[in-house]
T-cell receptor, first 113, second 112 residues
């Protein structure tokens, strides 16, 4: 069974640009959650999508947005990039039930110059 | 107030020297506690899920236990390949659905 895949694996952008990251969940999983990981803040929850609807959102500015498609694939967009957005962006998928285990992808390393 | 606190921050062991990592948590209602292993530059790899106090799970040299206030990850006779950062995370009744709260992790180094 294929795991969670994320593309691209690495990105370099400049301040003010926008970026779109993609996540394909494990087959059969309907929930996709996004996390930001930085050395200073650790792993922080961005948002979760379930059946094409945003079900939960963390404490991030509106520049961070996402969506989910009917095949459960998800995209995350960051607009007007700032230097502080440099991080490893991780997505995790699960069946979406209460307490279900989330399985992570390899992450997208975003560097903002 | 931190919900999830892991200790120690870093741990250096000799190969074969058993030890335990701690994860203490404060939640209104625990819906699940999760242990992950993360290698540098990679995504977290799932290890265990624990749901209720008294529950224990084992996998190779690792054993996870859960009480009402904390969880332990016991590592028996570790090998150098067990070197990684170990993360614990909780799902809290206070928050909706799948908003996992992570600890800062314990960075484990096992020397041959």
């Amino acid at each position: 069974k294929a795991g969670v895949t994320q593309t691209p694996r690495y990105l370099i952008k400049t301040r003010g640009q926008q970026v779109t990251l993609s996540c394909s969940p494990i087959s059969g999983h309907r929930s996709v959650s996004w996390y930001q990981q930085t050395p200073g803040q650790g792993l922080q929850f961005l948002f979760e999508y379930f059946s094409e609807t945003q079900r939960n959102k963390g404490n991030f500015p509106g520049r961070f947005s996402g969506r989910q498609f009917s095949n459960s694939r998800s995209e995350m967009n960051v607009s007007t990039l700032e230097l502080g957005d440099s991080a490893l962006y991780l997505c995790a998928s699960s069946f979406g039930g209460e307490g279900d285990t989330q399985y992570f992808g390899p992450g997208t390393r975003l560097t903002v110059l | 107030e931190d919900q999830v606190t892991q200790s120690p921050e870093a741990l250096r062991l000799q190969e074969g020297e058993s030890s335990s990592l701690n994860c203490s948590y404060t939640v209104s209602g625990l819906r699940g506690l999760f242990w992950y292993r993360q290698d540098p530059g990679k995504g977290p790899e799932f290890l265990f899920t624990l749901y209720s106090a008294g529950e224990e799970k084992e996998k190779e040299r690792l054993k996870a236990t859960l009480t009402k206030k904390e969880s332990f990850l016991h590592i028996t006779a570790p090998k150098p390949e067990d070197s990684a950062t170990y993360l614990c995370a909780v799902l809290d009744d206070w928050y909706n659905n799948n908003d996992m709260r992570f600890g800062a992790g314990t960075r484990l180094t096992v020397k041959p």
